[in-house]
């Protein structure tokens, strides 16, 4: 599908809603946050929607991908959390 930010990823159609949309937790105003089962790792991250005007379809975006990497200050948010080590792999 092309790169085209105005046309739904599922309709085809032009119809992609206009202006600045954000998604957000309504109770704590928080923005989305992204477990990371393997290590217990919770991060904050926002998310940049596209929401079709025609069809619904939604499509996800994170802004900054490079956040959700764990690296080595990352702290497990449950204490009592199996924390296996860190790999390589994971980077
Ligand atoms: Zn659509």
Redesign the pocket.
């Known amino acids: 599908m092309a790169d085209n930010r105005d046309t739904?990823s599922?309709?085809g159609?032009e119809?992609i809603l206009k202006g600045d949309i954000g998604l957000r937790n309504s109770k704590t105003m928080d923005l989305v946050v992204v477990v990371r089962q393997d290590h217990g790792v919770e991060k904050n991250v926002p998310l940049q929607p596209r929401v079709?005007g025609?069809?619904g379809?939604v499509d996800l975006y994170v802004k900054d991908p490079v956040h959700l990497k764990i690296c080595a200050e990352d702290k497990p948010i449950n204490p009592d959390f199996k924390q296996r080590p860190i790999l390589e792999a994971d980077f």
């Open positions: 739904c599922k309709c159609q119809s079709c025609r069809c379809f």
